[in-house]
Every structure is written in C-alpha cells, then in structure tokens.
C-alpha cells in the first residue's frame, strides 16, 4: 500500500488549497479513506472521511463549511478542497485508509501553512 499526499504549502489567511493523495497497492475504489492532520507540537486530528463510492461524507465540526472531501476512483485519488484557511489550520496533512473506521496505512504527509 502506497499512498502519496500533495498540493501542501504556504497560504495566506481566509485561502484555499486543494489537498490530492494517490493511492495504489490495494483496490482503491474499495476503500473508505480519511483525512487527519497534525499540528505542531499537538496530537493527530480526525478531519474528514468519505466512503468507499463517496456516497457519504463525514466532517468534524471545525472544518464543516470550509473543507470538502471527495475521490476520483477512475484516478486513485482522494482530496480535501480546504477554504477560508486560517493560521491555526497549520498542519501536516495525512491521509490514510480506514479499517473498521481506523486509520490503518499512512501516506508521509504534505506540510500546510497558513500565514501573511
């Protein structure tokens, strides 16, 4: 399983990035796949998660409203369409397969910073 995060970098407040993460090594289009971020000096942090057709979405609360998640299983890729970045949305940004509604692989991550 391989999975490879892009679209990272530096933004300026109330922003956009577009995140994509490929997978490959596995069947892609059958698996649920998530977003999780961690800041510095801080734990990791459940973002979103979207199911294996994309049917469903899932959100935490912090980001509703500013970030968006959807696949291209044609590609093999998963992104989150992040808006309205704010300096505390800081992060390194991974995106991971879920098991049972856990992460289970990992891509190395894509650094994110928002500031002026």
């Known amino acids: 399983v391989q999975l490879v995060e892009s679209g990272g970098g530096l933004v300026q407040p109330g922003g956009s990035l577009r995140l994509s993460c490929l997978g490959s090594?596995?069947?892609?289009?059958?698996?649920?796949m998530t977003w999780v971020r961690q800041a510095p000096g801080k734990g990791l942090e459940w973002l979103s998660s979207?199911?294996?057709?994309?049917?469903?979405?899932y959100y935490a609360d912090f980001v509703k409203g500013r970030f968006t998640i959807s696949r291209d299983n044609a590609k093999n890729t998963v992104y989150l369409q992040m808006n309205s970045l704010k300096s505390e949305d800081t992060a390194l940004y991974y995106c991971a397969t879920l098991q049972n509604w856990t992460p289970s692989d990992w891509g190395q991550g894509t650094q994110v910073t928002v500031s002026s």
């Open positions: 090594g596995f069947t892609f289009s059958s698996s649920y």
């Open positions: 979207v199911h294996s057709d994309g049917s469903n979405t």
